[in-house]
């Protein structure tokens, strides 16, 4: 079964700081998800990550695929308060979706 | 406008009773999925359904039980066995195949047993 880690579980950063969370994953993956969650919401698809060296970019968020190290990040350039919410990735093989344990991150003005 | 509908919103029911909840959606996706996430932690998965009039038991499927008569519905069964149901549970759906998809989730049901 593939398992998928990622680091840190909680994130407090600054407003105008730039972070970076982690996800590693046990074994190959077709595919890897970013998505994000507000408090009492549903999962919000962020990016999908096709192949190796894939970068996606959207407004301060930028997410990062290597496949021979089976680990993807998901980078903040200069936070702001709205991005605070829990972020999770995903990989997946055939039909199966596998989740990370999510980071927490508070972006504090 | 395209997506998956779960119904109800908030669901409070008392131990020992079964309760069911829906899941609609209407994106054509073959591939259906339930997850269960407890406050402060991750998605875990319960059932999922790649095609219809059959189903495959997730990590957690014990107390739970699915149909997949239909390729749009995909309730889910809280049983009296499930011992600690309490939770959020989330329904999502992704095209599969050569269509492959994010999961897209439906805004969740929140499950309290008493």
């Known amino acids: 079964e593939l398992k998928v880690e990622q680091n840190p579980l909680f994130l407090s950063m600054q407003e105008g700081k730039n972070y970076t969370i982690y996800c590693n994953y046990s074994t190959t993956s077709d595919r890897l998800y970013w998505y994000r969650q507000d408090p009492g919401k549903s999962l919000e698809s962020l990016f999908v990550l096709l192949s190796n060296g894939a970068v996606k970019q959207e407004g301060r968020l930028m997410a990062s695929l290597d496949t021979k190290a089976r680990l993807s990040t998901l980078h903040i350039t200069a936070a702001v308060h709205d991005l605070s919410a829990t972020y999770f990735c995903a990989a997946q093989t055939g039909n199966q979706f596998y989740f990370g344990t999510g980071t927490s991150l508070t972006v504090i003005p | 406008d395209g997506g998956i509908t779960q119904s109800p919103k908030y669901l409070f029911r008392k131990e020992g009773q079964n309760v069911t909840l829906s899941c609609e959606q209407n994106?054509?996706?073959?591939?259906m999925y339930w997850y269960r996430q407890d406050p402060g932690q991750g998605l875990r998965l319960i059932y999922y359904?790649?095609?219809?009039?059959?189903?495959q038991k997730g990590d957690i499927a014990e107390g739970y039980s699915v149909s997949r008569e239909k390729k749009e519905s995909f309730p889910l069964t809280v049983t009296s066995a499930q011992k600690n149901p309490t939770a959020f549970y989330l329904c999502?759906?992704?095209?599969?195949?050569?269509?492959?998809?994010?999961?897209?989730f439906g805004n969740g049901t929140r499950l309290t047993v008493t």
């Open positions: 999502a759906s992704s095209a599969s195949g050569t269509r492959k998809s994010p999961l897209h």
């Open positions: 359904s790649q095609i219809v009039n059959d189903f």
């Open positions: 994106l054509n996706h073959d591939a």
